[in-house]
């Protein structure tokens, strides 16, 4: 340790230094499957709303015709980032989250990820309730997956098994 | 008293880099009410609740009823791009544009190296009472 560190050291000992993490993403091990539903969700809303928007016709007037389809195009806008954003959270889980050993335990969850990133892009495609209910309750079951391997890892930790229903 | 107000923080991670780096030394002011108002540019220590307890260290990046854009590496306010002389180099592209109405007390705090940071863009955007404080000054090492 160089003499400078070793001063830093000392400086924060006597000062009672916390810790102020400027966390780099991939690195600190900090993942969450919240970013991916919450897009999911999104996604199901705008399709959802798009539905319920009014079809333009020649019985509509002008203004509202306008109204209309600009409440589509950004309807449409919306949906487009956030089915991509829950792809690209999707694929961090199961590029840096998820281990062998939790292939090995769920040999469901390759095949799970893909489905759902999958998904995202029909969801880009489309605008069907029925798509974006599958994208929802695909990245419900990823979590359910997440929230086993999480506990499975700090049960891991501290040395302690989960108990079966933990585990099942 | 004053003094016990004032916090200490090592820096752990390199997300603030260049301006501030791993092992550096921070004093931060946590006094209530220090946090209100925040400048733009600001560093402040964040305990995000989705991380529970965890305090990371952040820039103020957009203000409380700002619409702020991110794309294409840069960020944009309410239509304007934002000039950021803290970063370090021209940053990396957005995989994906995203844009944040800011409520009134919502702050959208980012990482200076844009690239490598866990910030508003996964966590979304800082609500006043989970920011404990601003940064004041780097206590060590002196010549930075």
Known sequence: MSWTARIGRGLAAALRAGVGEAHCDIPCGIYDPHAALLAAKTVHTMVTKLEALPTPGPKMAPEEEREARNSFARMVAVKEVHAQLCKQELLILWSDFFTEDDARRRPELHASVWKAVKLCSANKQQAHHATAQALLDACEAINRLFQEAQLIKSHADTGLRPTRRAAS | MMWRRLRALVVRGHSM??????????????????????????????????????????????????????????????????????????????????????GPDEYLLLGDRRADSLDSRRLGPAHLPDILGVVQSRLWPLWR
């Open chain 2, 17 to 102: 880099a260049p301006t501030v780096r791993a092992g550096d030394l921070l004093l931060v002011d946590t006094r209530p009410g220090c946090a209100a108002p925040l400048g733009r540019g600001a560093i402040v220590a964040w305990a995000p609740t989705a991380l529970s307890g965890t305090v990371l260290l952040k820039r103020v990046v957009g203000m409380p009823g700002d619409e702020v854009l991110c794309r294409g590496g840069s960020v944009w306010i309410d239509g304007r791009a934002v000039d950021e002389p803290y970063l370090m180099s021209a940053q990396p592209a957005e995989a994906v544009a995203r844009t944040w109405a800011l």
